[in-house]
């Protein structure tokens, strides 16, 4: 039976990944993993801690499927990217429940080696799924390979993250976590400071994905709900709030303060992504 190993990435939608890539080396100081263009999309896979964003800018055409979500989104998380350790048997679980399959081609899947793409409206979150190779040369794969840094030195002092994922039916959204990623649930239901009614989801032992409903028709979950935009924020773990705070305040990033424990960065200044810092585990929320 496959199980989910760990993230792969967090794709970011951007207008310009020189700008993209400066930012992210001035608020997180990642590890460069690889930059490449992947037919016309330029992209940066940055590793910072134990998570690896994303950032990529579409090619200029309109027949891509990430222009025509950057065109109509802006800048924006796109796609959750995880690992998994048996591709075939992940194919035959998802297409027994009904889900349909692509490859990096966009068309049918073929090759189980191939990348996996669930589709959009079919699943809460885009998901594209990948078993790891040793000619990927994943950093945090290599032998010597620790996420100290960002943990022990870094203002941040990253410990954890967790993926939110928005929608209009938290039982459903939870259920397809469950049964088709083989999910277990940590936390059944609860109020957030995010106005969020929301489940934690725990997929293999290293992710966590956030279900949130939104409870208030003026929040940032809301209009990402009804923009279709479900994957909505990206939240940090840190041992000291109060320093990561004067960390990101210092880059010019605007920190909101929205409970005791919990802070939310403006997307305006974080090049469209929802960043969020907190001192609290999920079960504390």
Same mark, same amino acid.
């Given at each position: 039976?496959?199980?989910?190993? &760990?993230?792969?990435?967090?794709?970011?939608?951007?207008?310009?990944?020189?700008?993209?890539?400066?930012?992210?080396?001035?608020?997180?100081?990642?590890?460069?993993w690889q930059r490449t263009d992947l037919f016309g999309t330029q992209l940066a896979l940055l590793v910072i801690g134990d998570t690896v964003l994303m950032p990529m800018s579409p090619p200029?055409?309109?027949?891509?499927?990430?222009?025509?979500?950057? =065109?109509?989104?802006?800048?924006?998380?796109?796609?959750? @990217?995880?690992?998994?350790?048996?591709?075939?048997?992940?194919?035959?679980?998802?297409?027994?429940?009904?889900?349909?399959? =692509?490859?990096?081609?966009?068309?049918?899947?073929?090759?189980?080696?191939?990348?996996?793409w669930t589709q959009p409206r079919e699943t809460p979150v885009v998901l594209e799924l990948f078993q790891p190779r040793e000619s990927m040369q994943d950093p945090r794969h290599e032998s010597? $390979?620790?996420?100290?840094? $960002?943990?022990?030195?870094?203002?941040?002092?990253?410990?954890?993250?967790?993926?939110?994922?928005?929608?209009?039916?938290?039982?459903? @959204?939870? #259920?397809?976590?469950?049964? @088709?990623?083989?999910?277990?649930?940590?936390?059944?239901?609860?109020?957030?400071?995010?106005?969020?009614?929301?489940?934690?989801?725990?997929?293999?032992?290293?992710?966590?994905?956030?279900?949130?409903?939104?409870?208030?028709?003026?929040?940032?979950?809301?209009?990402?709900?009804?923009?279709?935009?479900?994957?909505?924020?990206? =939240?940090?773990?840190?041992?000291?709030?109060?320093?990561?705070?004067?960390?990101?305040?210092? #880059?010019?990033?605007?920190?909101?303060?929205?409970?005791?424990?919990?802070?939310?960065?403006?997307?305006?200044?974080?090049?469209?992504? &929802?960043?969020?810092?907190?001192?609290?585990?999920?079960?504390?929320?």
């Amino acid at each position: 039976m496959f199980s989910v190993q &760990q993230v792969f990435h967090v794709s970011h939608v951007v207008d310009d990944l020189d700008a993209a890539v400066a930012w992210y080396d001035d608020v997180f100081s990642p590890r460069v993993w690889q930059r490449t263009d992947l037919f016309g999309t330029q992209l940066a896979l940055l590793v910072i801690g134990d998570t690896v964003l994303m950032p990529m800018s579409p090619p200029e055409h309109e027949a891509a499927s990430t222009r025509r979500f950057l =065109t109509r989104n802006g800048q924006h998380l796109h796609s959750l @990217a995880l690992y998994v350790d048996d591709p075939v048997d992940l194919i035959e679980h998802l297409r027994g429940m009904g889900l349909r399959l =692509t490859g990096s081609s966009g068309g049918e899947l073929e090759d189980p080696n191939d990348e996996i793409w669930t589709q959009p409206r079919e699943t809460p979150v885009v998901l594209e799924l990948f078993q790891p190779r040793e000619s990927m040369q994943d950093p945090r794969h290599e032998s010597d $390979w620790s996420s100290s840094y $960002w943990r022990d030195e870094h203002p941040l002092a990253i410990r954890d993250a967790c993926y939110t994922v928005v929608t209009d039916d938290l039982a459903g @959204a939870t #259920k397809f976590f469950v049964d @088709a990623m083989h999910g277990k649930v940590v936390v059944a239901e609860a109020d957030t400071p995010y106005a969020t009614r929301s489940a934690f989801v725990q997929l293999g032992d290293n992710v966590t994905i956030e279900v949130a409903e939104p409870s208030d028709p003026a929040s940032g979950a809301e209009r990402d709900l009804a923009a279709r935009t479900s994957f909505h924020a990206v =939240t940090f773990q840190v041992a000291d709030l109060a320093r990561a705070v004067a960390h990101v305040e210092a #880059k010019g990033i605007t920190a909101e303060r929205v409970a005791d424990g919990h802070v939310a960065l403006d997307p305006g200044d974080t090049l469209g992504v &929802q960043f969020r810092l907190t001192d609290r585990t999920v079960g504390e929320w």
